[in-house]
């Protein structure tokens, strides 16, 4: 699965609870062993990056407390594929995981893997049917974390999905610079073709679309019922990650649109492209100011001079 790396560094860690001696919560507990260890090696993959978030950010692992395995190594999705095997086998037994409290925390984890595994579909009906579980059973922070967490599901799955369209719409520079003397009719079919994936996966507000801004007003609804504010800190730097796509796609068709000239054929396109730039940064400001309120006011503090750096 495609993931950005300031993405790839926020989704990191595993759901790490106390568990009885059941056989089936012992295969829930080796899930969240094998979900953990997936999330440590994505950390790893990260420690070399020079774009890597500094001191502040918030990974799945910080928020869920829990303890990494040491000396992990391998391929992330194999240890995702080992979790979601094993919770499907502790969901086959429900009511034992319900005795030890468990069964909700499962469900959110089994939609976890799946959105890991780049399995957007399922990890979105996953994230709804645990969430009336999770409603049901509100006693501590663990539950109200991970309500939340599903709650923003399908709003980061849209984040993933989005950055996988931005990699599809780089690789397509071949194909611009293959019709940069080509016919205008040629050179317009193609930038039309472009446009229109950038409005379905970063500006578009119709309900279903995989879009950026889709996936912002789900996070903020999440964000906005969240009384967990670690989780309410991870939330909002997912939504600076999908400002981060947006404005890397409004910028890679910005490019496209100058080789193949199409302002020169259309005259109020260049007015709609300055638009987008200008809808990008303000998004992308009222997402800063909301790190800052996140992070007690301090607009000095080094998670905000890190993505004021990225946007």
């Known amino acids: 699965m495609f993931r950005t790396n300031r993405i790839a560094l926020f989704l990191a860690g595993?759901?790490?609870?106390?568990?009885?001696?059941?056989?089936?919560l012992k295969d829930?507990?080796?899930?969240?062993?094998?979900?953990?260890?997936?999330?440590?090696?994505?950390?790893?993959?990260?420690?070399?990056?020079?774009?890597?978030?500094?001191?502040?950010?918030v990974s799945l692992s910080e928020l869920m407390g829990t303890e990494v395995p040491a000396n992990v190594s391998g391929d992330p999705g194999t240890f995702y594929q080992d979790a979601l095997n094993s919770v499907d086998k502790a969901l086959q037994a429900q009511p034992a995981l319900a005795k030890g409290s468990a069964d909700d925390n499962a469900m959110a984890l089994r939609a976890l893997c799946l959105w890991q595994l780049g399995r957007y579909d399922e990890a979105d009906e996953q994230a709804e049917a645990a969430m009336p579980a999770l409603m049901d059973s509100q006693d501590g922070e663990d539950d109200q974390r991970d309500l939340s967490l599903m709650q923003a599901l399908s709003g980061l799955t849209k984040i993933d999905r989005a950055s996988d369209a931005l990699s599809f719409a780089r690789n397509r520079s071949s194909e611009v610079e293959a019709l940069i003397s080509g016919s205008e009719d040629d050179r317009l079919a193609l930038y039309d073709e472009m446009k229109q994936q950038y409005i379905d996966f970063s500006t578009s507000d119709e309900d279903g679309k995989p879009s950026v801004q889709r996936a912002l007003s789900i996070i903020d609804a999440a964000i906005e019922d969240c009384q967990h504010?670690?989780?309410?800190?991870?939330?909002?730097?997912?939504?600076?990650?999908?400002?981060?796509?947006?404005?890397?796609?409004?910028?890679n068709l910005f490019r496209a649109s100058r080789q193949l000239s199409v302002p020169l054929s259309r005259e109020n396109e260049q007015g709609w492209l300055e638009d987008e730039l200008t809808n990008y940064r303000e998004a992308r400001d009222t997402s800063l100011e909301t790190l800052i309120d996140r992070l007690g006011g301090n607009p000095?503090?080094?998670?905000?001079?890190?993505?004021?750096?990225i946007l």
């Open 229 to 251: 504010e670690p989780t309410k800190l991870y939330l909002t730097l997912s939504q600076l990650a999908g400002i981060e796509i947006w404005g890397d796609m409004r910028n």
């Open 300 to 309: 000095n503090h080094p998670l905000v001079a890190h993505w004021r750096d």
């Open 28 to 57: 829930y507990g080796a899930a969240q062993t094998a979900f953990s260890s997936g999330a440590a090696l994505e950390i790893q993959q990260q420690a070399a990056d020079a774009d890597a978030a500094p001191a502040g950010a």
């Open 14 to 24: 595993a759901l790490m609870l106390a568990l009885s001696s059941c056989a089936n």
